[in-house]
């Protein structure tokens, strides 16, 4: 598979409400999106070994969507989780304790249609934007 690339964002929030944020569905459709023109209208959670995450994210003017769908190979409640996208390549995200911040980083690998440094910029942003979201949430 291609090259490694790696994100991360420090969190204002305890670890065990980033995990809630990060996984639920509800929570899913209101960051999981790179920018303000995108969306996420659906999102499914199996969150257990061989389930399956699946979300759909799609432009709001309608001219383009996709599914994102994966299979979880490794969970560790609240700090860690592993999938392979339906594409095979591995993603691996940890959250890191510390006190009243959280550490969220994801390693993926690249796949070959976009550039690495533009594939690092959109993920990158969506954890951007997830971090705006949880520092925000009255959840």
């Not at 790696?6 to 999981?32: C, F, G, Q, T, Y």
């Not at 999106?33 to 659906?42: E, G, I, N, R, T």
């Not at 995450?53 to 969970?75: P, V």
């Not at 006190?99 to 994801?106: A, H, L, N, Y």
Request: aromatic share 12%.
């Amino acid at each position: 598979m291609g090259e490694k690339i790696a994100i991360e964002a420090v969190v204002k929030r305890k670890r065990s409400d980033v995990w809630a944020l990060w996984n639920e569905p509800e929570h899913i459709m209101s960051w999981n999106f790179a920018s303000d023109d995108w969306c996420c209208p659906s999102a499914e959670n199996d969150l257990r070994v061989g389930g399956r995450l699946l979300s759909r994210m799609e432009a709001k003017d309608g001219s383009f969507g996709f599914d994102f769908e994966a299979i979880y190979d490794e969970l560790d409640h609240e700090a860690k989780l592993a999938y392979t996208l339906t594409d095979g390549r591995r993603v691996e995200t940890r959250f890191e304790d510390y006190g009243d911040v959280t550490r969220v980083s994801t390693v993926f690998e690249a796949e070959e249609e976009n550039s690495p440094e533009l594939q690092r910029m959109g993920w990158q942003a969506i954890l951007n934007n997830f971090k705006q979201y949880a520092e925000t949430s009255q959840f």
